[in-house]
């Protein structure tokens, strides 16, 4: 267990409307991801971070945004939700492995509906 | 774009035997891979790295790598029921900034029938 949490795990919404989603760690881990999940397509990264403030694009990061104003929390926005982002979606965060080698770790997802 | 093939499956094998899961990359760059286990409607699950070439076993679970062929494979030996399971190969890709991130394949969906 990597301690970390994300909340909601389960949310309905409809198209046009705001959702944030949060990602919450409490080992101080520098490094913390956003990916999606969905048939067909595998994990995908959405953005990611390197540190507090400081975040950049994954591959799939169009109408998504991040925000780390500390080192705990990253939270994923979805400006104005369309159907197409209808997913599971996967934090994570890495720490480096015995080679240095960074190997990242998940929470438990949350899924979430556009209608 | 740095790619990580899977083959999708469904693997199915009966228990006891070796499941056999493979995974070519595209970046030759990449230095550091790994096996997660996938239950339905889980969470990923991390259960090996590899970061030379050759073979590195952890009990029951075996992670070969071969740099030249640009090759990964994981062999469960023994396999269970509780094995049954999506496995996902990831590779390591250094970002122009110098950052590191994961590419994923799309998984092998592994059956193991009693």
């Known amino acids: 267990d990597a301690g970390i949490t994300q909340s909601p795990r389960h949310k309905v919404t409809e198209t046009g409307t705001p959702v944030t989603l949060r990602c919450h760690q409490t080992?101080?881990?520098?490094?913390m991801y956003w990916y999606r999940q969905d048939p067909g397509h595998g994990l995908r990264l959405i953005h990611y971070?390197?540190?507090?403030?400081?975040?950049d694009k994954g591959e799939v990061s169009d109408g998504y945004s991040v925000s780390r104003s500390k080192t705990e929390d990253f939270l994923l926005t979805l400006e104005s939700a369309t159907s197409s982002q209808t997913s599971v979606y996967f934090c994570?965060?890495?720490?480096?492995?015995?080679?240095?080698?960074?190997?990242?770790?998940f929470g438990p997802g949350t899924r979430l509906t556009v209608l | 774009q740095k790619e990580v093939e899977q083959n999708s499956g469904p693997l199915s094998v009966p228990e006891g035997a070796i499941a056999s899961l493979n995974c070519t990359y595209s970046?030759?760059?990449?230095?550091?891979f790994f096996w997660y286990r996938q239950y339905s409607g889980k969470s990923p699950e991390l259960i090996m790295s590899?970061?030379?070439?050759g073979d590195k076993e952890d009990g029951r679970f075996t992670a070969q790598l071969n740099k030249a062929s640009q090759y990964v494979s994981l062999l469960i030996r023994d396999s269970q029921p509780s094995d049954s399971a999506t496995y996902l190969c990831?590779?390591?890709?250094?970002?122009?900034?110098?950052?590191?991130?994961?590419?994923f394949g799309k998984g092998t969906k592994l059956t193991v029938n009693p």
């Open positions: 994570a965060i890495s720490d480096p492995g015995t080679s240095g080698a960074r190997q990242q770790f």
């Open positions: 080992e101080n881990h520098r490094y």
């Open positions: 971070s390197y540190g507090v403030k400081d975040t």
């Open positions: 970046d030759r760059g990449s230095q550091s």
């Open positions: 590899i970061y030379s070439n």
């Open positions: 990831a590779v390591n890709v250094i970002t122009q900034g110098g950052s590191e991130k994961l590419v």
